[in-house]
């Protein structure tokens, strides 16, 4: 088990390299996202040991991201029948703009969150089609309508406004951000990590495992 590390109540996960990795392992796309999946269990098993209640998860940075969606829609469905999710109360919430991918990742979106919006013990946000500078532009949007209807005025725009309308608004921003792949954050929760650590782990996300998170946990207690 992981000794708790004071301090990280949100960690967020860049999801990168799964076609690369697929070519260096000789492996199909199929396996390599059934194995990408895998690590995300892992990974929140792990975070609910070392008690950190939020975990976030980037599944937009797929190279071919839209040739995918069989894999997306099936394993948000298999994660919120999972015990994993029923067992430790885990909440699901999916930032981004989901509503424009096909109607079996709608469905999906919407079957997960519903059936584990009573849950409050631990918090899984799942980044789909989205992108770190529309979320700013989108909220900026809001807040200009609320400006023209004169709701409220330019005076009034402020840090916090902005975060109260980003994806992410109902959530603190991540304290720690773990970058795979290239190591690129490409924009991962733009606004909300201006004060987050970032750690480099230098591994494809299918080769992140115990090892590199325990690594990951020990930068942020050393930073």
């Keep these: 088990m992981f000794a708790r590390i004071s301090g990280i109540k949100h960690i967020a996960f860049s999801i990168k390299g799964i076609d690369y990795w697929a070519e260096i392992n000789s ?15 892992g990974v929140i098993e792990m975070c609910i ?6 975990f976030t998860f980037n599944l937009s940075e ?9 894999w997306v829609s099936e394993f948000i469905d298999s994660l919120a029948k999972s015990r994993l999710v029923n067992d430790n109360k885990i909440k699901l919430s999916v930032m981004g703009k989901w509503y424009d991918l096909p109607s079996k990742v ?27 500078k529309e979320e700013i532009i989108n909220a900026l949007r809001v807040i200009m309508r609320s400006i023209q209807y004169e709701k409220i005025s330019p005076d009034q725009i402020s840090k916090q406004l902005v975060k109260e ?7 603190i921003p991540p304290d720690l951000i773990v970058l795979v792949h290239d190591c690129l954050a490409s924009g991962f929760m733009l606004w909300d990590s201006a004060d987050s650590a970032i750690y480099f782990s230098g591994v494809e996300w299918n080769d992140f495992g115990k090892k590199e998170f325990k690594k990951a946990l020990e930068f942020y207690g050393n930073k």
């Excluded at 040991?49 to 939020?54: E, F, L, P, W």
């Excluded at 797929?62 to 069989?70: K, P």
């Design 27 to 41: 492996s199909s796309i199929e396996m390599a996202l059934k194995e990408a999946g895998e690590r995300i269990i």
């Design 165 to 171: 309308n980003i994806y992410s608004s109902y959530f």
């Design 49 to 54: 040991k070392s008690r950190i209640t939020i």
């Design 106 to 132: 709608i469905d999906s979106v919407k079957n997960g969150v519903s059936a584990t919006s009573e849950y409050d013990n631990f918090f899984l946000n799942l980044c789909l089609n989205y992108d770190g």
């Design 62 to 70: 797929f190279s071919d991201f839209s040739a995918h969606m069989n």
